[in-house]
């Protein structure tokens, strides 16, 4: 059975100083499609040398986790958890803030001295409560670690989590995402899995494509119905697509700045724990 698209959503263009930043989700009509909470989309441009580079300095966070896919460019990333690594085009990096840890994503010395391309998705995706607390972990996969297999002929998938096609993705995540990168060639037709009861993530990151016979341009997002079976897609153009899926979570949530809990009071218990000193310092 194939899903149907109920609506397509432009990304808000929302840059942050000098970087190019759209933002398909939250938007003006949709706060989330649980348990996806947030997408930003940074480039894609080009840094000149001698830049400043990401601006995103050390910052908290509680109760989900962040999912980053560079697509060109490179990443690094500092924790208080001890984490540390410098991830490059074609890698990922996940992070569960959980209860709670201080982050930095910054672009390494050599990127800010000789510029180049840049390109990132940061997805966020919700923790139900009885996995809020779970203790802080970082994941990060250079390109050659992460699986990439033919779903068919001109349609190839990076596969960071979860399964499909006989294919596993190689992070084992808290409650069962499947998340992915999809790159198909101009004039193909393919299906992708789209389980009942999952909630599927589908953003068109470069291009366009027919989605269940609905126009899906660049650097939008679709919602779906909950049938079971498959999304039928046709590439209009070359296309990459961030897709994925995952069990919605049936909770109130109460998200502020870089927390996401269930109640105003873990909120305000957050902003404590952290100006307490409790996520840790660098």
């Known amino acids: 059975m194939t899903r149907s698209v109920t609506a397509v959503y432009p990304a808000m263009r929302d840059d942050i100083g000098d970087l190019v930043t759209r933002r398909p989700l939250p938007n003006r009509e949709l706060e989330q499609i649980s348990p996806f909470l947030f997408l930003n989309h940074h480039g894609p441009q080009v840094y000149p040398p001698n830049n ?4 995103f300095g050390p910052h908290p966070h509680r109760g989900f986790e962040t999912v980053t896919f560079i697509l060109e460019g490179s990443l690094s990333h500092l924790d208080t958890g001890g984490h540390e690594s410098v991830i490059h085009a074609g890698g990922v990096q996940w992070m569960t803030a959980g209860s709670g840890l ?3 994503e910054l672009s390494p010395d050599v990127f800010k001295r000789r510029g ?3 390109e990132i998705l940061q997805l966020w995706v919700n923790l139900p409560a009885d996995k809020k607390f779970s203790p802080p972990n970082y994941t990060g996969l250079q390109t050659t670690e992460i699986p990439k297999f033919a779903l068919s002929d001109g349609v190839n998938v990076e596969l960071t989590s979860g399964e499909m096609a006989g294919h596993t993705g190689p992070i084992e995540n808290l409650t069962g995402l499947m998340m992915s990168v999809v790159r198909a060639e101009a004039g193909k037709t393919f299906e992708l899995p789209a389980p009942q009861g999952r909630s599927v993530f589908f953003y068109m990151v ?7 016979g609905k126009d899906v341009p660049e650097h939008h997002l679709a919602k779906f119905d909950d049938k079971d079976g498959h999304i039928t897609c046709e590439a209009q153009t070359d296309c990459v697509i961030l897709f994925g899926h995952g069990a919605p979570i049936d909770e109130p949530m109460v998200a502020h700045g870089p927390f996401v809990m269930n109640t105003v009071d873990e909120i305000r218990d957050a902003i404590v724990d952290y100006q307490a000193g409790k996520f840790g310092n660098f």
Do not use: E, I, K, Y
């Open 52 to 55: 400043r580079g990401l601006p």
């Open 102 to 104: 201080v982050h930095a």
């Open 116 to 118: 180049g391309p840049l």
């Open 206 to 212: 470069t291009g366009n494509a027919s989605v269940a």
